[in-house]
């Protein structure tokens, strides 16, 4: 199974569209994951036409009325994927009774795995986006995925999104870089 999995597209504020090359990869995958950030319902209803299968989130610059969970998660290939933004630990403020704001990169990666963690079994993989920067590490035992923005919105350096492989529980990412 092919998964596209990409983030902060920030269209039309920051972005006129998603780069060709990438809505091809979209096109072309059995699934896609959206961590977020699209910036309208407009570009929401773009990704979810070029998808086949969609997972996504909603994210801190998405409007209010975008029709998305905070969380979410979808099993592949003997895989269970979570994604979240990332601007707020969810986990942190259902037991903890704080805000949970993300602040700092630990603060975004115990987001990510926290939330992982109540939402999967092994094996499993966190998506979040928010930062623009691409991530792909081990964190506290989780695998941590950031595809960075898909139009190289603000802080990024570039456009990037990643794709993946999975197959018998394997996986395989790629990072796609404009």
């Known amino acids: 199974m092919k998964i596209a999995i990409l983030s902060d597209t920030h269209i039309p504020d920051q972005a006129q569209r998603i780069p060709d090359e990438f809505r091809e990869q979209i096109r072309d995958a059995d699934h896609v994951i959206h961590a977020g950030d699209f910036g309208s319902n407009e570009t929401l209803v773009d990704v979810q036409e070029l998808a086949s299968d969609l997972t996504a989130v909603h994210g801190n ?31 942190e403020r259902a037991v903890w009774s704080s805000e949970g ?33 691409v991530e792909d590490t081990v964190y506290d035992g989780v695998r941590v995925l950031n595809p960075g923005s898909a139009t190289g919105a603000g802080p990024a350096e570039g456009s990037t999104m990643m794709t993946v492989e999975v197959v018998n529980e394997d996986l395989s990412v790629t990072l796609h870089e404009m």
């Open 61 to 91: 610059a998405d409007p209010n009325d975008i029709d998305l969970p905070s969380v979410a998660s979808t099993e592949i290939g003997g895989v269970t994927f979570v994604v979240i933004h990332g601007v707020v630990n969810p986990v």
């Open 101 to 133: 704001v993300v602040f700092d990169q630990d603060d975004w990666l115990n987001a990510v795995t926290d939330t992982t963690r109540t939402r999967a079994d092994e094996p499993m993989i966190g998506i979040g986006g928010h930062t623009h920067e």
